[in-house]
């Protein structure tokens, strides 16, 4: 079992930026990819970035220059560090992690107000 516990969210105003950070614990023995996902009110979830335990990482085009994911495989931790947002970041974001299978975090609320 691999348990994800994200931290972060919050509200700020347009060209603000935040940090989210997304800590898993269990019994790990090599976490695969980590990545976030984001869902706003009445859209599906859609990735927003992810990272391989290799370093490789991927983003959504909406997101490009403006985010930046990052992981530290020692405390088995990735962050998102989100600059310039604008409201229609709005959303919650959930954490997700690799391990045989793939498991979430709770969410966090991230609200952009212009």
């Known amino acids: 079992q691999v348990q994800l516990v994200e931290s972060g969210g919050g509200l700020v105003q347009a060209g603000g930026s935040l940090r989210l950070s997304c800590a898993a614990s269990?019994?790990?023995?090599?976490?695969?990819?980590m990545g976030w996902y984001r869902q706003a009110p009445g859209k599906q979830r859609e990735l927003v970035a992810g990272t391989t335990n290799g370093g490789s990482t991927h983003y959504a085009d909406s997101v490009k220059g403006r985010f930046t994911i990052s992981r530290d495989n020692a405390k088995n931790t990735v962050y998102l560090q989100m600059n310039s947002l604008k409201p229609e970041d709005t959303a919650v974001y959930f954490c997700?992690?690799?391990?045989?299978?793939?498991?979430w975090g709770q969410g966090t609320q991230v609200t952009v107000s212009s």
């Open positions: 997700y992690a690799d391990y045989i299978l793939t498991y």
């Open positions: 269990g019994r790990i023995f090599s976490i695969g990819a």
